[in-house]
């Protein structure tokens, strides 16, 4: 395990020195304040279920989105961040963060697993939106690494871990709930 410390530092601190700029403070702040506690993805959810009726099907991508989201959270925040317990970077190097420091774990980016399971829920019900919600999950898991907030393996697990909880939601949503579309929704 020490290796994989030893190459996050060595990519962590290689990206800040090429990409560290004033000119992509803000935006990259914007961006990672945009995942704080789900806010867009929820925010997103919530419009999709309102503008939704039976006779188009936004009211279920706002429910998929939302258990998608829940169900992340749950492995990421509630299990995952607690049993893992990584030290965030710039508490362990000494990094000047733009940002005020945080009170939880590093490993996985909840930001970045919530964003990824988000893409992953959209994708499956809209593709060409699906592909845009990705880049912006990539966005947001660089926008991480940006700011000092999480190494790069903590991006990479964070990613992983939305895709594959978001897949097999969306597996037993289809399966359970699309079947009986018309008694549920």
């Known amino acids: 395990m020490e290796w994989i410390q030893t190459v996050d530092i060595m990519i962590l601190?290689?990206?800040?020195?090429?990409?560290?700029?004033?000119?992509?403070?803000?935006?990259?702040?914007?961006i990672s304040s945009l995942g704080n506690n789900g806010f867009l993805w929820i925010a997103l959810a919530i419009l999709f279920f309102f503008v939704g009726n039976r006779k188009n099907p936004w009211r279920t991508w706002g429910i998929l989105l939302v258990l998608c989201?829940?169900?992340?959270?749950?492995?990421?925040?509630?299990l995952?961040?607690?049993?893992?317990?990584?030290?965030?970077?710039?508490?362990?190097?000494?990094?000047?963060?733009?940002?005020?420091?945080?009170?939880?774990f590093s490993f996985p980016s909840?930001?970045?697993?919530?964003?990824?399971?988000?893409?992953?829920a959209i994708y499956s019900m809209n593709k060409k939106w699906g592909w845009v919600a990705f880049l912006f999950a990539v966005l947001m898991g660089f926008s991480r690494i940006y700011l000092g907030l999480?190494?790069?393996?903590?991006v990479f697990g964070g990613a992983v871990l939305g895709w594959v909880v978001a897949k097999n939601v969306i597996c037993v949503f289809e399966r359970c709930v699309l079947k009986n579309k018309s008694r549920i929704l």
Do not use: E, Q, W
């Open 80 to 104: 995952l961040k607690p049993m893992v317990a990584r030290v965030r970077p710039y508490d362990l190097l000494g990094l000047d963060i733009l940002v005020s420091p945080l009170s939880d």
């Open 110 to 120: 909840g930001h970045t697993s919530a964003s990824f399971a988000a893409a992953a």
């Open 13 to 30: 601190t290689g990206l800040r020195n090429v990409f560290s700029t004033p000119c992509l403070d803000k935006p990259m702040i914007l």
């Open 150 to 154: 999480h190494y790069p393996s903590d």
């Open 69 to 78: 989201l829940g169900a992340n959270a749950l492995v990421c925040n509630v």
